[in-house]
């Protein structure tokens, strides 16, 4: 199972072990079982710490319990935790080992007081790149607290479980056998949600700061390039970002980031971060901004409110707030979301294996998505607004060559059809206007992104379309608030541009304060 790589790898951690821990395995005669049973035995030859015990008294086979040697502290897996949750196996190991979590103490205590007997269930795919927080957040909660139990089940291998369920994204979590939530979430969110006064205290805490000289509202490539180059230049800079690393979190494979021939969306978000961190740069994570208060007089101080109410003031701003996937606007689509209506066929894909699926776009997000699922369900109708699909054209000749795949052009999507779930959806034919049914148990979205600048909207210029303007320095509308990458005019949407831009947003809000008089400076302090 363990390749010579992941074993040197596995093994240099799990010298970090301080208490001794268990692997109580719970298998079946099945194959995965035996999968399962080889890699515990070739974890715990690693290590002196860890002892394989087989059980078998799980109603989910595969399955396995990481538990602290002597005490009820533990997590466990229904499934096979390799590739994306392969490091949720290692932190699991490390940390009911004892070794100690690198969360914020102020979080670590708020897990510590959540008080009632809290059972959780997360539901994963291995391909799925956001679920591995919800699994670590959640095992780190239940190694914190004895009141709090944690088992992470992979739905692939538990289908009837996943039907019976109607689970139809990925990570979805259950409480205490109800819904809890769905998608990425990050330990703050979640324990904000079961302590009602968190978000209070956590209010309370920003409206305190003093203000910035540098505001950056946005934790992707282009905001990371914004502090980076701010907080170099030593100034006092603050970071207010809803996700760190907005979406190349939501990115799989990157292979166009210039000296990196390959990188993944997570691992790259998480080098951002870890860069910004090497600066002194106040970073608010899980922060939604509501408001933009431009000042009232240059070097003046600008407002941002957010949607906890607290405000953060600065001298200067820097927007780079991202855009998000485009929904396409019909009914249905809103009720059927995470029942059928996905957005990252790499999350949630493998969900869908052997059933008929739709992708809504053409250009290289929507057949690239196509040539994915492919592989995986049973059959792929491709819808294109288009008279002809826009991708490139190595990625159309890989798509005309797979033979459950077919491609529908000048087709609007005009409904989405279910009845608890999706079941179909409907279209019509831009060319003779006849409306036409596809029975389908899963629709993909793949067209396109909408800037995140609907909070702007009185605040600063904006295009038609909610784009940003700026110019060549990133300036906007207003003196002293500047912006970068994918919710600006920029002609390009890539994180190499949103990086360039940032930079050059950074510089720009530099020079401008450089420039502003001593006794202005003076006087928005004060």
């Known amino acids: 199972m363990l390749d010579a790589h992941l074993t040197q790898q596995l093994e240099a951690y799990l010298v970090h072990i301080r208490e001794s821990v268990e692997l109580v395995a719970s298998l079946g005669d099945d194959p995965k079982s ?81 008080d009632g007997d809290l059972h959780f269930e997360t539901y994963f795919s291995l391909s799925c790149q956001n679920c591995p927080d919800v699994v670590q957040a959640l095992n780190l909660m239940a190694v914190l607290n004895p009141k709090i139990s944690h088992v992470a089940i992979d739905g692939a291998l538990f289908k009837e479980e996943v039907d019976a369920r109607q689970v139809l994204a990925v990570p979805t979590v259950y409480l205490n056998g109800e819904l809890f939530g769905s998608g990425r979430m990050e330990l703050e969110q979640i324990v904000a949600r079961l302590d009602s006064g968190a978000e209070a205290k956590a209010a309370e805490k920003l409206a305190a700061k003093e203000p910035f000289d540098v505001l950056i509202v946005g934790g992707g490539p282009a905001g990371a390039a914004s502090a980076i180059y701010t907080a170099r230049k030593g100034l006092r800079v603050g970071v207010a970002a809803e996700r760190f690393g907005g979406q190349v979190l939501d990115t799989m494979g990157i292979e166009n980031f210039i000296s990196v021939p390959y990188t993944e969306g997570p691992k790259l978000a998480a080098q951002l971060e870890a860069h910004v961190k090497e600066n002194d740069v106040d ?6 901004a509501d408001k933009l208060i431009p000042a009232t007089r240059e070097g003046g101080l600008h407002e941002v409110v957010l949607a906890n109410g607290a405000s953060l003031k600065a001298k200067t701003v820097i927007l780079s707030t991202g855009a998000r996937w485009r929904q396409m606007g019909v009914p249905g689509e809103e009720e059927y979301r995470n029942k059928g209506v996905a957005y990252c066929p790499h999350c949630d894909g493998p969900l869908f294996k052997g059933k008929r699926v739709a992708v809504i776009g053409g250009g290289n997000s929507g057949v690239e998505a196509a040539i994915d699922l492919a592989g995986i369900v049973g059959h792929v109708t491709l819808i294109e607004y288009d008279s002809q699909l826009r991708a490139d054209a190595v990625l159309q000749r890989k798509l005309g060559s797979l033979s459950n795949v077919k491609v529908i052009t000048s087709a609007l999507t005009t409904r989405v059809n279910g009845a ?91 020079d401008y304060l450089i420039r502003l008089p001593a006794e202005e400076i003076e006087a928005a302090a004060a």
Do not use: C
């Not at 590739?83 to 205590?109: C, D, M, N, R, Y």
């Not at 970073?283 to 939604?288: E, F, K």
């Not at 608890?420 to 206007?433: A, C």
């Open 420 to 510: 608890e779930k999706v079941t179909g959806l409907t279209y019509k034919d831009r060319n003779s206007g006849d409306e036409h049914d596809i029975e389908l148990e899963g629709i993909f979205v793949q067209i396109g992104l909408v800037p995140n600048t609907e909070w702007l909207q009185d605040a600063i210029a904006l295009t038609p379309r909610g784009e940003i303007e700026i110019d060549a320095r990133g300036q906007t509308s207003q003196p002293g608030i500047f912006a970068a990458g994918d919710a600006t005019t920029v002609p390009y949407k890539q994180i190499v541009i949103a990086m360039g831009a940032g930079s050059t947003a950074a510089l720009s809000a530099f």
């Open 283 to 288: 970073i608010m994570n899980l922060q939604r």
């Open 34 to 114: 035996r999968e399962l049973e080889t890699l515990l035995g070739e974890i715990a030859a690693l290590s002196g710490k860890i002892t394989l015990i087989r059980q078998d008294d799980d109603k989910r086979k595969p399955s396995f319990m990481i538990r602290r040697a002597g005490t009820d502290i533990g997590v466990r897996f229904a499934g096979i935790p390799m590739g994306h949750e392969f490091t949720s196996l290692v932190l699991a190991l490390l940390q009911v080992g004892g070794h100690p979590s690198k969360a914020a103490q102020e979080v670590i205590e708020a897990v510590k007081g959540l």
